[in-house]
């Protein structure tokens, strides 16, 4: 899985990604009272920051994720290979 792996971690961090970005703006939106220039740029700053503080934690959650898959496929493909060998 080597150089696949990057991309199917890419994939999944950003398939996990799509709704959590429609919450968070959604909470925003629905929370949120702009009323000056002063206030939107605040929000948007502030908005920036969150997401990035969320999709730094989703790709090492969605990551950590992966890994665990591919080490128990691992894992099984190695048992099944001994277990081949053991009945020969």
């Known amino acids: 899985m080597g150089s696949l792996l990057p991309v199917v971690k890419l994939g999944v961090s950003v398939l996990a990604g799509i709704p959590v970005s ?3 703006n959604d909470i925003i939106k629905n929370n949120v009272t702009i ?3 002063i206030d939107r740029i605040k ?7 969150i997401g990035a503080m ?3 934690s989703l790709s ?3 990551d950590a994720f992966v ?3 591919v080490t128990f496929k ?3 493909k190695n048992v099944e290979e001994t ?4 009945k020969s």
């Open 22 to 24: 429609k919450i968070t």
């Open 43 to 49: 929000v948007v700053s502030g908005s920036v920051v």
């Open 35 to 37: 009323i000056t220039k």
């Open 60 to 62: 090492r959650t969605t």
């Open 74 to 76: 691992n894992r099984n």
């Open 54 to 56: 969320i999709s730094q």
């Open 83 to 86: 277990e081949k060998i053991n």
């Open 67 to 69: 890994d665990t898959v």
